[in-house]
């Protein structure tokens, strides 16, 4: 999900069509105000809705012959002024989860799709025997210059087109359904109790075709428009869809030393690849790599607590900015530092295979590929331990003091 970092937030609530009223024309500065604040009856806050608390709609398509309203059993049928839905995988379960937000309270409900696990075959069979594909598209498009033979980078507008035996499947990759939303950028496709994709097709906007066949189910697919955009030079690259557990406490690598012997380390980057020319100050002892893009939102909002953190540690502690987005040029990510000033040192120079060594350990220690998440190594390189998002002060420094203590 992109956002324009152009436009000021608050650039709808202060215009005119916002505060006019549409029959009179004249500004109605109190209309946020008495929005916000609600009413008081009977000792509980009433809130103001424009809709007429009229609660939403949830229907289920049963094969394409007829609905079923199941707004009460889903949960759907929220109260709230509900302004707009966006649909995701949120669990990477295979499943479609809904995301919906309100202009009351609350701001925003998060609805985990579970029809899978309902005993009764008339709604779903058993989650093992029911199988989807995943597909994220990626036109060959990246320039701010229009060009006809070429799609947006997203795929907007593409159709896809599935094969499973005598079945025939065609969806159309949309932006969104709702006022400033967007739906989650992979695909998330329904097969039923079909094992295998016979032909899988993509019909891109600029009119290109590209073809798939015998693909397995329950996977992800990442299909380009062009081969030489794709990190193997392939149309399409077939990746592991569904996560491992994921344990709910942070993890750590526990890393020993004494006696001057050299134990095996759970996991080394090549600090040397990942650097470059960068020199090291003599008193770093740890180095701190959180990846990053320059599209990152999530990643410019943590900017000043990392800024903070980096001069409580002073030089006992190096941040470097791990760029992981590989269509983003060296003269981009130039740019943006010199506009931007992050927190860290921002890896320009870093080729596929240092991205990928940082990535993959990520991967591995913290089963996501979101961002930001953080490596913590000592000047070799050992990772002593990894973070989802960025650690503050007092991590840093207990593990800088764990180290120093075990180094002697």
Sequence with gaps: MRTDRTQATDTFRKSSEWAQDPFTQQQRPDIDSRYVKGTEDSDRTRWHSFSGHERNSFFLNHNGTNFENASALSGLDNIADSRVWVRWDFDHDGAVDIAMVNADFPLLNVYRNKIAELPQPSIAHSASSQHFIAIRLHGAHHSSQPAMNLSNRDGIGARIRLTCGPRSILRVHNCGEGFAAQNSGTELIGLGTAHQIDMLEILWPSGRTTQLANVATDQLIEAFEASETAPHGEHFEQLTYKPRQRSQQRVTTTIEYGDGRELPIAIKLDVARLLGNTALADSTDLLCFTTT????????????????????????????????????????????????????????????????????????????????????????????????????????????????????
Excluded: M
Aim: proline share 5%.
């Design 293 to 408: 893009a320059t599209w990152c939102e999530a990643c410019h909002r943590l900017q000043p607590r990392l800024k903070a953190t980096r001069d409580r540690t002073g030089n006992h502690v190096q941040f470097f900015g791990v760029p992981v987005d590989s269509l983003e040029t060296p003269a981009e990510l130039s740019a943006f530092a010199t506009e931007s000033q992050p927190a860290y040192a921002l890896l320009t120079h870093l080729d596929d295979v240092g991205r990928q060594q940082v990535t993959q350990a990520i991967e591995r220690l913290l089963n996501t590929q979101s961002l930001p998440c953080t490596l913590v190594t000592d000047r070799a390189g050992n990772v002593l331990s990894a973070y989802l998002s960025v650690p503050d002060t007092s991590e840093l420094g207990r593990l800088r003091q764990s180290y120093l203590i075990s180094t002697r």
